[in-house]
């Protein structure tokens, strides 16, 4: 395949309709890149992440006064807080990174519409998904990408705009640069990841004690005389 022609490069692809001669991939596998951080990543859907969901909620109901909850919740007020210093410098008119300063806009409507534990809920059951199917992101950046993006879903996203072809009002979703969705990201990553790992790690062992406990069982029978 000859790339100089303007080939779209995203495997398997191939198509050699682009954007424009600076572009590296078709308009499609573009706007997955752009939105989910890899020109071949799929987006979540709800349905997939409803029983790690659960099984979050689970665990949260079953420890209802575990400190971890309270150190997550500690972990995420320190990224509202950051991104409330953010806004602040901004508007004193100190310099910014506007990426940042929009990604701090969003922090900051997470944290007026959504309670610390649904933030942990998502950012969780998107670890959880990753944990039981390691081939689900293409890479660590689709992964952050995901993260960022159920972390905008706990904001008002969409807005109304007028449909000439309908001649109506439709729902359209507001899409964000991908410097935004890095920083969300690697925001979510920073203060949620080590727990998210460790509670993976707890639930295997959980699942996993009947099963030990019905293999010592039957071990002890065996060993009867």
Not at 53 to 59: E, L, S, Y
Not at 63 to 86: C, F, M, T, Y
Not at 182 to 206: N, P, T, V
Request: charged letters at 25%.
């Amino acid at each position: 395949m000859n790339l100089s022609r303007g080939y779209c490069r995203a495997l398997g692809c191939g198509l050699a309709t682009l954007p424009s001669t600076y572009s590296r991939y078709c308009s499609r596998h573009r706007h997955l890149s752009n939105r989910h951080g890899h020109p071949l990543q799929t987006p979540v859907r709800v349905s997939e992440l409803t029983p790690f969901r659960n099984q979050v909620k689970a665990a949260m109901e079953r420890n209802p006064d575990s400190e971890a909850w309270k150190i997550l919740s500690q972990r995420w007020a320190r990224i509202v807080g950051h991104a409330e210093e953010v806004e602040a410098g901004r508007q004193r008119g100190q310099p910014h990174n506007r990426y940042e300063a929009q990604a701090s806009t969003i922090v900051r409507s997470v944290a007026v519409h959504a309670e610390p534990q649904e933030v942990i809920l998502e950012v969780f059951s998107v670890y959880l998904l990753q944990a039981w199917n390691p081939h689900r992101f293409k890479d660590d950046k689709a992964f952050r990408f995901a993260l960022a993006n159920r972390l905008r879903r706990l904001t008002p996203m969409s807005v109304q705009v007028y449909d000439h072809k309908r001649r109506g009002m439709k729902t359209v979703y507001r899409d964000v640069s991908v410097r935004v969705s890095e920083f969300l990201g690697m925001w979510s990553a920073a203060a949620f990841g080590a727990g998210a790992l460790q509670f993976i790690d707890a639930e295997r062992k959980r699942q996993e004690a009947p099963r030990e406990e019905a293999r010592r069982l039957s071990a002890a029978m065996e060993n009867l005389q």
